[in-house]
């Protein structure tokens, strides 16, 4: 069963950086896409940046040029860089990947676990 792992949430101060990743658990014949969205307590799940498998990358307006979201083709990891932190970016983060598990399979959406991030002084 493919897991997304994530990692790099925590306590930062605003102004201050953080990288989140999240792995999938075993190789795949072709990753389509990797998002990013975060949630917070009472809120609507909010997009917060793409990847696709081309390269091309889309950021909410909110994070443009604040938020990076990269890959790693060999460890099957995508990363989001998150600089200049501000406290409305508190949230839950949660990884999503759109994949086919062999040659020929049907695109599968699979969901990561969250990882908090708090952005406090």
């Known amino acids: 069963q493919i897991q997304l792992v994530e990692s790099g949430g925590g306590l930062v101060q605003p102004g201050g950086s953080l990288r989140l990743s999240c792995a999938v658990s075993?190789?795949?014949?072709?990753?389509?896409?990797m998002t990013w969205y975060r949630q917070t307590p009472g809120t609507q799940r909010e997009w917060v940046a793409s990847r696709v498998s081309g390269g091309a990358t889309n950021y909410a307006d909110s994070v443009k040029g604040r938020f990076a979201i990269s890959r790693d083709n060999d460890a099957n990891t995508v990363y989001l860089q998150m600089n200049n932190l501000k406290p409305e970016d508190t949230a839950v983060y949660l990884c999503q990947v759109t994949l086919s598990k062999h040659s020929g399979s049907r695109p599968t959406t699979y969901w990561g676990q969250g990882t908090q991030v708090t952005v406090s002084s």
């Open positions: 075993e190789n795949v014949f072709s990753i389509n896409t």
